[in-house]
């Protein structure tokens, strides 16, 4: 019997034309993934301040996606964060396979044939889409293509292995490296990331003039905050806390709302439980001079 497929994606403020245009490409691989999916179906959740769809809006998106079993729309009504949306979507859904992506992801036609292609092997508990025009710079092996650990930009993970994990660690994340704390928890539980390199997924970037990856004040406080708690809950507590001294000793972005945020929970026991503690799992390669942690062993530098 084939298996079932939930598409999902959280919102914010997006551009709407933006969405139209990857929904195009969502529904035409949904065209090609009924060859190996018994339903195919989409879920928004809109953590945007106003709903962006109307409707007749949304009445209107459904006719013009006919390869989708169905196209639901969630509000929320407030900003979940990217961790807590999906959950919304995922944790009650019955589903075989989750399709967890960024909203302006546009799909190739065999996406969804491919994503699932590699769950053939019984240990495979997520794959991780190949990103274009740039992607996260991380090793995989060209063999097995196993890695560490997978973006959340747009990734295929088994349902029932999605919700016996809890989901996202919301509790500890709000924006930033859940992704991968989700993966090395499912590495955790016995199961293996894989990199899928057929599928090329267009994910649009903004790049600087000298082609590095640019972000705002939020991102840089979330991530410098994130970055700590990954590290403290995966047993790298020396790592924490030199990501937040570094962070302002340089005088970052949001490093100073990072450091009193990470001293808060401190000071209340709030930081998460630690795990792995022989590093079995968990491996933060971490380079003083680069303003951040990496996570596995880098191709290139981005």
Not at 116 to 136: C, K, M, N, S
Not at 146 to 154: H, L, V
Not at 218 to 230: N, P, V
Request: charged share 25%; with cysteine.
């Amino acid at each position: 019997m084939k298996p079932t497929l939930q598409i999902q994606a959280v919102l914010f403020h997006n551009d709407a034309e933006e969405l139209r245009r990857a929904l195009r490409t969502v529904d035409q691989a949904a065209k090609m993934g009924a060859e190996r999916f018994s339903a195919i179906r989409l879920c928004w959740g809109d953590a945007s301040a106003e709903p962006l769809f109307s409707e007749a809006d949304l009445a209107a998106l459904r006719q013009a996606c006919p390869h989708l079993t169905e196209l639901q729309y969630v509000f929320f009504a407030e900003n979940t964060g990217y961790g807590e949306g999906n959950n919304r979507l995922a944790l009650s859904a019955d589903a075989d396979y989750h399709l967890i992506m960024n909203p302006e992801i546009c799909l190739p036609p065999l996406a969804l044939c491919d994503l699932l292609e590699p769950f053939d092997q019984a240990d495979t508990g997520i794959v991780e889409a190949r990103q274009i025009p740039v992607e996260h710079p991380k090793a995989f092996d060209p063999e097995t293509m196993e890695t560490e650990w997978s973006s959340g930009a747009c990734f295929l993970i088994s349902g029932p292995l999605f919700r016996e994990l809890g989901g996202f660690d919301t509790r500890t994340f709000f924006m930033y490296c859940e992704d991968v704390d989700l993966s090395w928890r499912v590495r955790l539980a016995g199961k293996t990331i894989r990199y899928q390199a057929k599928t090329g997924v267009y994910h649009s970037k903004y790049l600087s003039s000298r082609g590095k990856s640019e972000a705002g004040t939020g991102e840089k406080r979330f991530t410098i905050l994130s970055d700590a708690l990954l590290a403290w809950k995966w047993s790298y507590p020396y790592y924490a806390r030199e990501r937040i001294r570094q962070a302002v000793e340089r005088r970052d972005d949001g490093a100073d709302e990072a450091a009193a945020e990470f001293r808060r929970r401190e000071a209340l026991g709030q930081l998460p439980p630690m795990l792995d503690p022989e590093h079995r799992i968990a491996h933060i390669r971490f380079f003083p001079q680069s303003g951040g942690m990496l996570f596995t062993d880098h191709r290139y530098s981005l």
